[in-house]
């Protein structure tokens, strides 16, 4: 099992249709379209904050309640693609292009990996440097957090964690914004290790 989380202001994490709007591995989908989700997990409990605020990035004071639910996520380790800064020019993209703002390089590597009947992908998270997100292709379905998976292709354990949710203030010193640099991807550029060190957000 992998253990993963999001955040999702719904009454589940696991999307059900697929988006209307752009992701890094999926394009809009169009109204009434029968293409299959993609549901994005992060790897890192402060993976679904951070992604939030990439996005939203409220005043420091507006993380200490959040109007959405966080949730814990057991995930069948089915043989999902792990593709990291060192060997991403194998699957024809760099590393700068995993967590780039442009989607392209993502999208078309996406719409290979699915032709191949791959299941989803291990990659480096773009809005938390040093973290991965597990990015699953296709419908999931959740269930009891402690129920074993009766398919594991399609049945997801699924907990809720927090409703509403909070977070330290602190997290924002961690969180890659759009149209910033990527701390992790430079550092490799640089022949420099990463490592995400998040102990300012744990309570004092």
């Known amino acids: 099992m992998i253990t993963a989380y999001r955040a999702a202001g719904y009454h ?4 059900t249709e697929a988006s209307r709007y752009d992701g ?3 394009r809009a989908a169009a109204v009434g379209s029968h293409e299959p989700p ?3 997990l992060s790897l890192h409990p402060l993976g679904p904050i951070a992604e939030w605020l990439r996005w939203n990035k409220p005043p420091r004071e507006a993380l200490q309640v959040l109007a959405t639910a966080t949730w814990s996520l057991r995930v069948p380790d089915i043989g999902f693609l792990q593709i990291t800064f ?3 020019h194998e699957y024809g993209i760099s590393a700068s292009e995993l967590v780039a703002d442009d989607y392209t ?8 990996l699915r ?3 791959c299941p989803g992908v291990i990659v480096p998270s773009a809005a938390l440097p040093g973290a991965n997100n597990l990015v699953v292709f296709d419908v999931r379905v959740p269930v009891g957090y402690l129920i074993e998976p009766i398919d594991p292709e399609l049945d997801i354990p699924v907990g809720l964690t927090a409703h509403p949710s909070g977070a330290s203030d602190q997290i924002y010193d961690l969180v890659r914004h759009r149209g910033t640099v990527h701390a992790a991807a430079e550092a490799f550029d640089a022949g ?3 490592v995400l ?3 300012a957000t744990w309570p004092q």
């Open 105 to 112: 390089a993502c999208q078309a590597l996406a719409d290979e």
């Open 192 to 194: 420099h290790e990463f």
């Open 115 to 117: 032709e191949g009947r």
């Open 12 to 15: 589940h994490p696991l999307r």
């Open 86 to 88: 060192e060997n991403a």
């Open 24 to 26: 890094r591995f999926h």
């Open 38 to 40: 993609t549901q994005y």
């Open 197 to 199: 060190d998040e102990r």
